[in-house]
């Protein structure tokens, strides 16, 4: 089965808004990561959040583990979070992270 | 901190030309390094795993022949594409881990775009 599951896939925001992502996750995959992936392929890190909240500027991320999933939380988005996001997890023998599809997200002024 | 450098940042060659990219832990020792693959508009595909001085551990379906992995330091890794075809042609990423252990992020590069004419 899907192992990390994002909703939505795609995101068209203005200027200004909030926003939410979804990451599922399946029992096989612990320690949530989310990443920022800008158009010209930098993967950047935003939180390393197996669980609880955590927040940094504008971003902030919560992880229930328990129920397995983790949201991202983006306020008064900017043009420059454009890109996608990407949530992955590690799998249960902590050998490879596993990557969910990505939402990606379009900001426009 | 936790600074990974990935070089080069974009190869155009020629078909049937092998690339190597390199992979460096600026600022810390990687244990561990691991190297995914990225198609257009599609997620992260891990490709291999490498622990220094050891073999590396490929992903079923990719060719350990095609791809060649070397680890031969705490702080470089290098993936070298042989006789790369059109159909190589992808995005190419690694990471670098300190320690074993799953609960250690994993930091990445910026990086390799790949283009084979």
């Known amino acids: 089965g899907i192992q990390v599951e994002q909703s939505p896939p795609d995101l068209i925001l203005q200027e200004g808004a909030n926003s939410t992502l979804r990451c599922n996750f399946s029992d096989s995959v612990n320690n949530l990561q989310w990443f920022h992936q800008n158009p010209w392929g930098q993967l950047i890190n935003l939180f390393y959040?197996?669980?609880g909240t955590k927040q940094n500027g504008r971003l902030s991320a919560t992880t229930v583990a328990t129920e397995r999933y983790s949201l991202l939380y983006i306020s008064s988005s900017q043009t420059t979070d454009s890109g996608v996001y990407f949530c992955a997890g590690i799998n249960q023998a902590g050998t490879a992270l596993i990557f969910g599809k990505g939402t990606t997200l379009s900001v426009s002024s | 901190g936790a600074v990974v450098s990935q070089h080069p940042s974009w190869v155009i060659c020629k078909s049937g030309t092998s690339v190597k990219i390199e992979c460096r832990s600026l600022?810390?020792?990687?244990?561990?390094m691991f190297w995914y693959r990225q198609f257009p508009k599609q997620s992260l595909m891990l490709m291999a795993t490498s622990n220094e001085g050891s073999k590396a551990t490929y992903e079923q379906g990719v060719e350990k022949d095609k791809f060649l992995i070397n680890h031969a330091s705490l702080t470089l890794s290098t993936l070298t594409v042989t006789s790369a075809h059109p159909e190589d042609s992808s995005f190419y990423i690694c990471s670098a881990r300190t320690g074993f252990g799953g609960n250690q992020p994993q930091h990445f590069g910026d990086g390799t775009r790949l283009s084979i004419l």
């Open positions: 959040i197996p669980s």
């Open positions: 600022d810390f020792q990687a244990t561990t």
